[in-house]
């Protein structure tokens, strides 16, 4: 193989694009109008921008994740916090008639949307202490969340789901800016300012050293827990931001349904675009290419009229194969099998 | 003794929440109300026993719930295909024990993650569920009918069902192996320490592909029980119910990290589970709601006791 | 007197692996009743000589000899079902279990299918308890073998081993954490296995244990058998001096060399009073002058990696005070020691320096950037600059700075870590084992930078297993020997010297 093509293919991101534009082909094979663009009602319009719009509160998630999965962590409450904050907000701009016919929310809308994002920071920092000064496992620290959190946003709305008519609100998930979807506005501009603030600061480093060793960042003199506290802290935010957009886009909050199932699929997001569950390096941009593979395969099936049951057999044939890649037994299975040289074993006797 | 300590705080636990109902709410302590506490978690109990193998020797078994699903879907199909009742539970049992036996060689022999593979394990069996069909199958089979209709006295006007006993019955049997059996025994040598369990000499990699078989077989088994609860076989019955057989195992005082703890104690997990549920219910004023906030705080509780509890006998790495 | 009956013998054994022979004819002799030896330092081939016995490892040639019957191990399992049982010294009892438990665990007694089949707990308690009573343990079995001390859980651990009726017993390290009275204890126990005829194999690098418990030894130098030895016969210069392979002189102490003009009167940077920790360090003081290089000599286990880690709070000190400049400091954690101008190089780089998928010049970046913060950030430029400079100064090889540091080879990881704490401009750097896996040429580069540090003003800990490099470059030499200091020598100590601080005999 000739040396640049093999560069190319040993790119981190190549498998996940690859994997991605597989998908988009065989997508339009079977829809022959699928990567068709056309402007409507002041917006691109087609199925293309579809997935874009869908996939965004997947990829806000999906990043706080992979900084999580970064330094060796995980954070499996992320579904429960996209519950509670979209029921915080629904709750504060609630919204009632007033005697013009116009629409009011309770509270001003920006006030809502920060409430409802401290909130979400605030079940962050809550993961990241237990991990960081309790000690706990971060699969069972973040259990307790998971499980606690989705009563506490049905205890809010009183198990109603609570919809919420200020139209201002609806741009978060409706909305669209310059012909392309709000929502995308928001994860493109999440994407970059992490991307800033990972490469411009000393956080990225910091954040690869603890993952790819804790101890030897430790002696290197990196403050290891107030890292990690903001990285757990962070991921609820974003959980925060993407609990925003669904409620606004489904225009209520449903504290039962609102996030289900979201932490795996972030997970899975993660693992999809090349970053490795035992930490260290990531890619931001992996993780945006993982969640778009997701919400195409998801579109493609609905598309392929097959039921969408089938997403999930997909999805587990997906993370088995991810897990398999990155398993280094199996690698070696492998690799003994497709070079059955004795001499180059024995390790042993 | 102070390694008995974890199953004490749970049993009082249990004793003063069923004190608390029997002070407040009339009617509450009666036979009946604490026998329908295993009635109505009968499944529950059965996964969170299998369940508690897994987490005694360090892993975790998120499928569990699906797998539940699954069993009831595949049940109410091969009887409304014409399969005689026994057969059908003898090959659903099957099926629960083979795909426990394969996440668990994927585990062993490849040194993956359980929370990963038990992960894909459910999305597959979920998914299943759901190519099956996606809408509630009735299970009109007689013997099916008469097992979930069936009431054992117990006295005093107070009955048990079936799916009760086997409950109870399947805690038994896992009491007797986790204490006296060299596979229980392995199981707990693991969760001390696996590394040093396999320097004993100790069959470390076949128990713990064992462990997530029996805990596949407990879920299958689990998944009967809930098909003479439900009468039907349904691809959502069990949503999350991984999460409470994890917290029924820990607030009965099992160690997350493996090693400690008691069957005996997940079965008072279960029943604290239940009694949260009732006296909730019995309030009448609380939503439902409250029962999952208050099994996560006492996960949260029990979970920081653990970490006192390790924090002073370390475990070997 | 008649000598003991030949338990195990093992004649010419060689092993090589990629690139080292570990072993070339090495012979072992274990008789019935005697408490034998292994000495050697590091490198020397102790313990590739005891995976052969125990079965890890096939010797390329030699033969294994039990009672006179050719036997080849094929694991720890198959050699202990021969007779050969070890007690390694990552053999940790399972701690959620039984003392009875954990001697039984894999040989439970059974009770019969009549009386209801399962485990027989009571018949296994009776076991382990006989078990100890016969060897002199005063133990508990009921207990958990997790809260008991480090010390009791190493006799239940040899308990164990013997139980199989084993013929030979090895102790690989066995007294490595434990304090003099635990270390009594454990004696005991090996004294009355002695007496029971068990032929015990005892590997260690305390040279005070050897001649205390041991009737014999054997001594191996880089991978070649020296020979075999009574301890009486051998005393301990001539130990150290076969395991280094070199005449130790007993030197008299040469005039008072002139120390230094300003290294005595100046003031010291760093102070460290009553420093400890249980198993790692006895109490010690020391100090640290602007300008001057310390050597830290000693042999294997003697305390050195102890000490420093201890001083860069790597590890939580048990006691002691550490002042910079005379003022208290409060050093919880490597930033703080970061923060008030502390460097530490560690011994082992791949598990506590590198960060294998880093970038030779982030990793050069990561402890300096570390100090700065998080929004003080170094620019790509600067990092550049930075890592370029000192790859040149200390000759790294390397393809370019943005190769991930995992590809570079022992010597060039280790020469990054130092440059790494080179980017810092410390007060004070420690040093340990530095010249580990360098080749000769680049060695002398890094001694005479070494000695550029501290004219330049940086007060240098060093610490090396070659003698001879602490003794040329340094300008006190604090001698360390089982955990403690042994003595200080000034600058212009010979090697000889150095190595009858060592050997002199323990002060009471």
């Known amino acids: 193989m000739k040396p640049s093509v093999k560069r190319f293919t040993q790119h981190p991101l190549f498998w996940p694009t690859i994997t991605l534009a597989l998908l988009l082909i065989v997508s339009s094979v079977f829809n022959p109008s699928f990567l068709a663009l056309t402007w409507r009602e002041g917006h691109l319009y087609g199925s293309v921008i579809d997935i874009l719009n869908r996939a965004a509160p997947l990829m806000v998630v999906a990043l706080g994740m992979t900084l999580v999965i970064a330094v060796r962590g995980l954070d499996i409450s992320v579904g429960a916090v996209v519950a509670i904050s979209a029921t915080v907000a629904a709750l504060m701009i609630g919204g009632s008639f007033s005697a013009t016919g116009e629409v009011q929310s309770a509270h001003p809308l920006w006030l809502a949307l920060a409430t409802a994002l401290a909130v979400a920071a605030a079940c962050g920092l809550w993961n990241g202490l237990l991990v960081v000064k309790a000690g706990m496992q971060p699969i069972v620290a973040t259990l307790i969340l998971m499980v606690a959190g989705r009563g506490i946003a049905q205890l809010l709305t009183g198990g109603q789901i609570i919809t919420v008519y200020y139209a201002p609100f609806f741009v978060l998930g409706n909305g669209y800016f310059l012909g392309l979807p709000v929502a995308l506005w928001i994860a493109a501009s999440l994407w970059i300012a992490l991307h800033l603030l990972l490469s411009r600061t000393a956080l990225g480093l910091f954040v690869r050293s603890i993952g790819g060793n804790p101890e030897a960042a430790r002696v290197a003199g990196v403050r290891s827990s107030a890292i990690t506290l903001c990285v757990y802290t962070f991921c609820g935010l974003a959980a925060g931001v993407a609990g925003l957009i669904v409620s606004s886009n489904v225009k209520s909050a449903d504290a039962n349904n609102a996030g289900q199932l979201l932490e795996l699929d972030a997970i899975l997001a993660v693992t999809l675009g090349g970053t490795a569950l035992t930490g260290g390096r990531f890619t931001l941009a992996g993780t945006v290419i993982g969640a778009l593979i997701i919400q195409t395969l998801t579109s493609m099936i609905y598309s392929l009229g097959v039921p969408p049951e089938v997403n999930l057999v997909v999805k587990s044939a997906l993370v088995f194969t991810v897990m398999m890649l990155q398993s280094a037994e199996f690698r070696q299975l492998v690799a003994r099998i497709a070079r059955p040289n004795p001499s180059l074993q024995g390790n042993r006797r | ?317 | 007197m008649n000598s003991p009956a030949v338990v195990l013998q093992a004649r010419d054994i060689s092993r090589a692996f990629p690139g080292v022979q570990a072993l070339s004819g090495a012979q072992l002799t274990l008789r019935a009743g005697e408490v034998h030896a292994l000495m050697g330092q590091n490198g020397a081939g102790k313990s590739t000589l005891i995976k052969i016995l125990t079965g890890v490892y096939a010797p390329d040639a030699g033969v294994i000899e039990l009672l006179g019957q050719p036997i080849t191990p094929e694991s720890p399992i198959h050699a202990q079902e021969l007779g050969i049982s070890a007690v390694h010294q990552e053999s940790h009892l399972l701690p959620n279990l039984s003392v009875a438990e954990n001697i039984c665990a894999g040989r439970y007694p059974r009770r019969p299918w009549t009386r209801g089949g399962g485990i027989d707990w009571r018949e296994t308690e009776r076991r382990a308890a006989e078990l100890l009573a016969n060897l002199g343990i005063k133990l508990d079995v009921t207990q958990l073998a997790g809260p008991l001390p480090a010390a009791l859980q190493q006799l239940a651990t040899v308990a164990r081993a013997v139980s199989t009726d084993a013929r030979v017993l090895i102790l690989d390290e066995p007294t490595s954490s434990l304090d003099a009275d635990e270390v009594q204890a454990l004696f005991g126990l090996i004294r009355r296995l002695r007496d029971k005829g068990v032929a015990i194999l005892f590997v260690t690098h305390f040279l005070d244990q050897v001649y205390e418990v041991c009737d014999r030894m054997t001594i191996l130098r880089n991978g070649r058998f020296v020979g075999e030895y009574a301890c009486a016969r051998l005393d301990a210069h001539g130990l150290v001096a076969a395991m280094v392979g070199r005449e130790i002189a007993t030197a008299e102490r040469p005039p008072a060399a002139e120390t230094p003009a300003g290294s005595a009167s100046a003031p010291a940077v760093l102070s460290a009073r009553n420093l400890s920790r249980r198993g790692q360090l006895k109490p010690m003081d020391l100090e640290l002058r602007a300008g001057e290089v310390l050597g830290l000599a000693g042999l294997l286990g003697s305390g050195r990696g102890e000490l420093a880690r201890l001083l860069f709070a790597l590890d939580d000190r048990d006691s002691g005070d550490i002042a910079i400049d005379g003022q208290p400091a409060e050093i919880d954690d490597p930033a703080d020691a970061l923060r008030l101008g502390l460097g530490f190089c560690p011994e082992d780089r791949k598990h506590s320096g590198i960060v294998a998928d880093l970038s030779v010049r982030e990793n050069i970046a990561l402890a300096l950037q570390a100090r700065m913060g998080l929004t003080k950030f170094l620019t790509l430029a600067e990092q550049r600059q930075i890592a370029t400079k000192l790859v040149d100064a200390l000759g790294i090889k390397t393809a370019s700075i943005e190769t991930p540091i995992g590809q570079l080879s022992g010597g060039n990881q280790q020469k990054a870590i130092i440059a790494r704490w080179l980017a810092t401009h410390p007060r004070v750097l420690i040093l340990d084992e530095p010249t580990r896996g360098i080749d000769v040429a680049a060695k002398q580069e890094l001694m005479s930078g070494i000695l550029d540090l501290a004219r330049g003003g940086t007060a240098v800990l060093f610490i090396s297993a070659e003698i001879d490099e602490v003794v040329r470059v340094s300008d006190r030499i604090l001698v360390m020997r089982d955990r403690a200091k042994a003595g200080e020598l000034p600058r212009g100590a010979t090697e000889d010297e150095v190595y009858s601080v060592i050997a002199a005999s323990h002060q009471p």
């Open chain 2, 1 to 317: 003794m102070k390694r008995l300590l974890p199953l004490t705080v749970t049993i009082v636990l249990f004793l003063a929440m069923a004190a608390f109902g029997a002070i407040r709410y009339d009617g509450f302590l009666s036979l009946q109300v604490f026998l329908n506490l295993l009635i109505d978690n009968a499944f529950l109990c059965v996964v969170a026993v299998g369940m508690t193998f897994v987490i005694l020797s360090g892993g975790i078994d998120l499928s569990v719930g699906a797998l539940i699903a699954l069993t009831t879907i595949i049940s109410a199909t091969l009887l409304e295909a014409g399969w005689h009742p026994y057969a059908v539970m003898v090959t659903v049992l099957a099926l629960g024990a083979a795909f426990g036996a394969v996440q668990g060689f994927l585990i062993q022999r490849f040194n993956l993650a359980p929370f990963l593979v038990t992960l894909a394990g459910m999305f597959w069996a979920r998914g299943c569920c759901y190519l099956i069909s996606t809408e509630s199958i009735p299970i009109g089979d007689a013997t099916y009918a008469a097992i979930a209709q069936a009431r054992i006295p117990v006295g005093g006007g107070a009955s048990l069902t079936i799916g009760g006993l086997i409950a109870l019955v399947v805690v038994a049997i896992a009491m007797r192996i986790a204490h006296s059996t060299e596979f229980g025994r392995t199981v707990y040598a693991i969760g001390g320490g696996e590394s040093s369990a396999r320097l004993m000499g100790l069959s470390v990699d076949s128990t713990k592909i064992g462990v997530y078989l029996l805990s596949g077989l407990c879920a299958a088994l689990g998944g009967i029980v809930m098909t003479f609860y439900m009468l039907s076989g349904y691809s959502l019955h069990a949503v999350g119910l991984e999460l409470d057989a994890i917290a029924a195992v820990v607030i009965g005082g099992t160690l997350l990290a493996g090693g400690v703890g008691y069957v005996a104690g997940t079965l008072f997990g279960v029943l604290i589970l239940g009694i949260i549920q009732t006296l909730i219910s019995f309030d009448g004023s609380l939503s439902s709601w409250w029962t999952r906030i208050v099994v996560g705080a006492l996960l949260l509780l029990f979970c920081l006791l653990q970490r006192l509890f390790e924090g002073r006998s370390p475990r070997a790495s």
